[in-house]
């Protein structure tokens, strides 16, 4: 019997703090005709004091699985994709598994840039609708502004934080990703840099170790983004069976408005069924098509028997796209107060679940070092 990974919670969260044009034309020499007329970007957001990637990660998946009514604790697989995390290691998945107390789910992040989120989508995807995972939770979330170099007009103005989320489950009825696109260009490596570790690290960090931020040739991404979101596209839609005529929703990566209308026009779709939001936020790169994603279902954009297509492109140079079946049942808006008080319940549990484990781990090492002191002093009195 065949199975299909169904999307059934989805979730979004983006930080309050809200960075428009004219706040950048304060800090770098921009304004806000240049980045509207050459991005679309008004506005974006940006992490505060208290968000980090985590937290937006778990505000996002718990938004996701609250939708789907999902106690944590049977979540099986939790993927991140990110680059942009708190910390190299631990992953910030394992975070996200703790805070929520997914307590049987593995867990591990996932790098491939902007296209992070299609790469782990159709990788979660995969693992549900081969049954090795009976359900899987994917992440896109990013604090892009930490890796920016505020004072290069070129790259700080493009990018914004947030993350979104999918809650996937089995399902054997035809639905969710039927087909996906996945590819990369090594040699295009150089074309979009991030922070550093390792021997690469130390030429290019100062003697106050300050991470390298992120660098980027414009114009050859550019080259890059319009020649491949077409392409990669039609391979999925080829690959689901389906024809460009079939596509009733187009949620590209929200990187520049001219690369999403240049790949609107290659794929010959009316900008109606494209979704663009990228006024709104910038390009939050692995967080952009869920939280794109997201929106749209929220607009009403989507209904049941819907074929979706997602394209992203980034760093590697990476790029991925995927063909959706929507068949998520209509969510009641309001929640109810049962539903309110399950969930107020689970995430109770999971944080004194997260509690007793960090004592266990305490617990564990004192045990340990009291065990070792007394076979030193059994040793010493022999
Ligand atoms: O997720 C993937 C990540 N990356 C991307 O998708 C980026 C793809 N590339 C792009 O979106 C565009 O190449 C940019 C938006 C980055 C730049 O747009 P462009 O039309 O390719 O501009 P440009 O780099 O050719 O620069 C044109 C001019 C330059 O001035 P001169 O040399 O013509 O005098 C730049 O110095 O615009 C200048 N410029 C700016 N002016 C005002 C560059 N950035 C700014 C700025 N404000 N923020």
Redesign the pocket.
Known sequence: MRRYAHIRGWGKYVPERVMTNDDLARI????DE??RS??GIAERRIVGETDTTTSMAVKAAIEALSMADCDPSTVELIVVATMTPDRVMPATATAVQDVIGADRAAAFDLGA??SGFVYAYSVASQLVSSGAYKNALVIGAESMSHILDWND???C??FGDGAGAFYLEANESPGGMLAFELGSDGSGGEL?TGPTVGNSYKPLCGPDLKLQALE?N??A??RF?TKIMGKAADAAIQEAGLTREDIDLFIP?Q??I??IESAARQLKLPMEKVYVNIHRYG?T?AASIPVAFVEAVEEGRLKRGDNVVVVG???GLTWGAAVVKWVAEPVPVESSGARVARNWFRYQRARIGSFQNRMGHVVDEWIETGARIVAKQKRRRE
């Open positions: 770098v020499d921009t304004n240049w980045i050459r991005t840039a902007c007009r070129a790259t103005v493009l979009l980027m414009g114009r991404v550019f983004a990566h990187a520049n001219r690369i390009n790169s492109f980034g760093g």
